[in-house]
């Protein structure tokens, strides 16, 4: 195989088999809201908001499998306040649960007014996303397991099992209907 620069750790891949904690994929992303993001009312669109949590989500699933990863799915996204043009976006994600290759990486993001330093950053909102590391061909490979070092890792870790339960749970509901 040939080195893809682009793609950092393509070619450099871990033993999938010793587990990681949670601190060592951990990444956190900021920016500021511009003008050319935002909707008529002067908001920040949705949107770009799920592309920045996405964002931060991939670098958490590519560190912590040591290579390549896509989202497979997301399945929630809360948005609990409005982002405004000039605002500092932060982006914290980090690895909630992980199986045979897939991941789920919770997000959530903050909002500060850039020129404010004493405002307190406000919770915009929370996403939960599910990654699958993938070969060179595209296929699923195996992760590494997490190791969980708080008791906020631990129950991210029974919550997202919880959340994958149900999603497991409606794709085979739905997929039982499709073949009737
Ligand atoms: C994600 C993808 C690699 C899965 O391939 P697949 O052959 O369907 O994989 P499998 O059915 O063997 O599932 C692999 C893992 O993903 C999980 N998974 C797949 N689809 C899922 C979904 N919709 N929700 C939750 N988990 C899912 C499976 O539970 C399994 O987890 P585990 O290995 O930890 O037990 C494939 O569907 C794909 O390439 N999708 C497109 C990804 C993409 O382009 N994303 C957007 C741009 S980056």
New binding site residues.
């Given amino acids: 195989m040939t080195d893809d620069a682009t793609v950092p750790g393509m070619t450099e891949r871990s033993e999938a088999t010793t587990a990681r904690p949670t601190s060592y994929s951990r990444v956190s992303l900021g920016i500021m809201a511009h003008s050319s993001e935002a909707n008529l009312l002067g908001n920040v669109h949705g949107g770009e908001i799920m592309k920045l949590a996405d964002s931060t989500a991939g670098a958490v699933a590519h560190r912590h499998s040591g290579g390549p990863a ?4 997301m ?1 929630e996204m809360t948005f609990l306040a409005p982002v405004h043009v000039g605002d500092i976006i932060k982006t914290y994600a980090q690895v909630n649960w992980a ?4 991941m789920e990486i919770g997000v959530r993001v903050e909002a500060q007014p850039w020129g404010n330093a004493s405002d307190e950053p406000v919770h915009v909102a929370s996403a939960y996303f ?1 990654f ?1 590391a ?1 070969d060179e061909e ?3 490979r195996p992760v590494p397991p997490l190791e969980t070092e708080t008791e906020a890792d631990v129950r991210r870790r029974r919550e997202a099992e919880i959340r ?1 339960a149900h ?2 749970a409606r ?1 085979a509901e739905i997929d039982q209907g499709r073949e009737a």
């Fill in positions: 896509v989202t497979a799915a399945d199986g045979t290759s897939s599910v699958v993938i595209g296929h699923p994958r999603r497991l794709k």
